[in-house]
């Protein structure tokens, strides 16, 4: 069975920084593109980055970049989104899924909550 | 990055079919046949129920369906159920990696 479970989120204020962790497990974790998604408190999702099976190919939503990295351990099956620079724009619950191919994805995990706030 | 347009709101009896558009441009929904939607209940996150425009993934009843034409893409379910109810997102391969706005379902 599939499994993504994130963690690493929680309260930091504005201008810090905090780093997401996705723990994959139940598939060939090296075989895939893998994507971090994030939601607003209310609403729509919104893709945030991804990178490719070896971490050479990354890929940012504008308003990101530059302050976010995505990367993985794939000897760890692992996942990680070092964000940056945080603003209240960013709070939201965000998202690990594996990118089955063309902007699909398949499985996702349970998401962790960032809260930026004063 | 413009989202994709999803009407906000969609509802139907039990038993009855609903219809949920998502509509795009030349660049994405009408360039591929790489279009996806999502449920997702409160709380909870989202589940993959179409992709590539009709295909079902394993265990995704046979209620839920999909289809396109031209840059418009739709997800109808069938048969509604309570458990329908939830907010459906769509998703297409394209210029932009954009979702829709997401579609509130009620089974009234």
């Known amino acids: 069975e599939v499994q993504l479970v994130e963690s690493g989120g929680g309260l930091v204020q504005p201008g810090g920084s905090l780093r997401l962790s996705c723990a994959a497990s139940g598939f060939a974790f090296s075989r895939d593109w893998m994507d971090w998604v994030r939601q607003a408190p209310g609403k729509g999702l919104e893709w945030v980055a991804n990178t490719n099976q070896d971490g050479s190919e990354r890929y940012y939503v504008d308003s990101v970049k530059g302050r976010f990295t995505i990367s993985r351990d794939n000897a760890k099956n692992s996942l990680y989104l070092q964000m940056n620079s945080l603003s209240a724009e960013d709070t939201a619950v965000y998202y690990c899924?594996?990118?089955?191919?063309?902007?699909?994805?398949?499985?996702w995990g349970q998401g962790t909550l960032v809260t930026v706030s004063s | 990055q413009s989202a994709l347009t999803q009407p906000p709101s969609a509802s139907g009896s039990p038993g009855q079919s609903v219809t949920i558009s998502c509509t795009g441009t030349?660049?994405?929904?009408?360039?591929?046949?790489?279009v996806s939607w999502y449920q997702q209940h409160p709380g909870k996150a989202p589940k993959l129920m179409i992709y590539?425009?009709?295909k079902r993934p394993s265990g995704v009843p046979d209620r839920f369906s999909g289809s396109k034409s031209g840059n418009t893409a739709s997800l109808t379910v069938s048969g509604l159920q309570a458990e329908d109810e939830a907010f459906y997102y769509c998703s297409s391969y394209g210029g932009s990696r954009v979702f829709g706005g997401g579609t509130k379902l009620t089974v009234l």
């Open positions: 899924a594996r990118n089955r191919g063309w902007f699909s994805f398949d499985s």
């Open positions: 030349s660049s994405d929904v009408g360039g591929y046949n790489y």
């Open positions: 590539e425009v009709s």
